[in-house]
C-alpha cells in the first residue's frame, strides 16, 4: 500500500534541497499533484496532508472527483495539465482554476468568451512543444502567440508549460533551460516544468510549478 504521507514528505523535502542548491526560495514553487486515475479517496488524503493544488487531464474524471469530495474540492487549485479539446473548453472553464495546456488560438478565443460570460479571470500557462510532440506551441511561435492571446479578455497570460521526454533526468536540462529562456523572452513568471523523474532538475532550472503524480501516490494502474 502506498504511503502518501511519506512519499509526500519526501519529495517536499526533494523540492526544499533542490530550491537551496540553486539559490532559490522553497516557497516560491508549487507543487501540484497529478491526481489523473488515482481515486478520490488518495486526493482526500493528499489535501488532509497539505496539498493545495491538484493537477488533472480529464474533464469527466474531474468533475466526477470534484463531485466526490464535496466540499473538500474547493479547499485546493484544480489545474487542468492535459490536452483542452474545443467541445470541452466551456466545461473546463467552470471546473478548473488554472489551464497548463493553452496552445491554440481558437481554444483561447473559447475560454474569453466563456470567462468573460461567467464573470472569471482564467490564469493561462501556454504550452510550448519542445520534443516534436503533437501538441504545443513551436518555441519560435511562441512569444507572437503569447502576445496575441494577451489581448483576449477574461484570461491571464502567466507563463509557460513544457513536458520533457522521458529519458535520464539530467539529460532534460537543455529542454529546461530552453523554456527558461522564452520565458524571459516572454516576460512571463511561470514555469511549469518537471514531473516525477526529472523535477529536480527542473527546479533548478527555474521552474515554478512541477507537476509530480507517481512520486507522491506510486504507479498508475491505467491512463
Known sequence: MTDIKKNLQSVNERIRIAAEKSNRNYDNITLVAVTKTFDYSLIKEAISLGIKNVGETKIQETEKKRKELGELSNKVKWHMIGHLQTNKVRDAVEIFD???SMDRMKIARKVSDKCVELKKI???????????????IKPEETLEFVNEIKKLDGIEVEGLMTIAPYVESEETRPYFKQLKELVLICKLKHLSMGMSNDFEVAIEEGATMVR??????GERKNG
Open 98 to 100: 488554472i489551464i497548463h
Open 122 to 136: 482564467m490564469p493561462i500557462l501556454v504550452q510550448v512543444n519542445l520534443t516534436n510532440d503533437k501538441f504545443g
Open 212 to 217: 509530480i503524480g507517481t512520486a507522491i501516490f
